[in-house]
């Protein structure tokens, strides 16, 4: 396949970009972390598509991005009282929550009782969203390579494996942090621009 570069300042940008994703393209975008891959994350066959494309190992789960904290519910379920409090501070933002899953979540995009949720803090990628709902997202890399922080990076590594990339300029940040909120305490699974001590702030870490 041929993979497009749409620019997203150029009027209906975002809209088309939505639309290849309503009709089952893969589709990179920038996002506040770095730049991501979406896939639908009800179209068990999208999400599919997109571990495909990034060699990524099947076993490996991946997290929703949502336009804003009211979507929650198409997701999650039983949300910790812990998880809407963090929600409420630090969204939108770097921070990906583990919550409990609704069972209408493919199991491609999780296949256990959890699922990685966040809302990124960047207009371009909550626009799209607010238009696709939510998207399965992870980093636009090759699995196992460095995660993309512009169109041009998301080109060297898959350029001609999915069908566009969305360019909102250069990303100068870091994979979200994540927080599993199912444990009691919450832990920590992944160190990123949500600080420990921010994080120790709002509830009591393991």
């Excluded at 060699?55 to 804003?68: G, K, M, N, Q, S």
């Excluded at 939108?92 to 990124?120: E, N, Q």
């Excluded at 990123?192 to 009591?204: F, K, V």
Aim: neutral net charge; glycine residues 8%.
């Amino acid at each position: 396949m041929q993979t497009i570069t749409l620019k997203a300042d150029e009027p209906g940008a975002i809209e088309r970009a939505a639309q290849m994703l309503l009709d089952h393209k893969l589709i990179a975008f920038p996002t506040d972390t770095v730049y991501g891959l979406g896939a639908l994350a009800f179209e068990a066959g999208d999400v599919a598509a997109l571990y495909r494309a990034k060699d990524r190992p099947p076993e490996r789960a991946i997290a929703i991005l949502l336009a804003d904290q009211s979507m929650i519910g198409q997701v999650a379920e039983q949300i910790p009282t812990v998880a809407r409090r963090l929600m409420s501070k630090f969204w939108p933002g770097a921070l990906t929550l583990i919550v409990p899953k609704r069972s209408d979540i493919p199991d491609a995009v999780s296949g256990g009782p959890t699922v990685g949720v966040r809302v990124p803090a960047l207009d371009i990628a909550r626009r799209l969203l607010t238009i696709t709902g939510p998207l399965a997202v992870t980093s636009a890399n090759r699995s196992g390579l460095a995660s993309p922080r512009s169109a041009s990076e998301v080109l060297e590594q898959l350029d001609g494996r999915i069908h566009a990339v969305l360019d909102g300029g250069t990303i100068d940040s870091a994979p979200s942090t994540v927080l599993d909120c199912t444990r009691i305490p919450p832990s920590i699974l992944r160190h990123g621009p949500i600080t420990e001590d921010q994080l120790r702030a709002m509830t009591r870490l393991a």
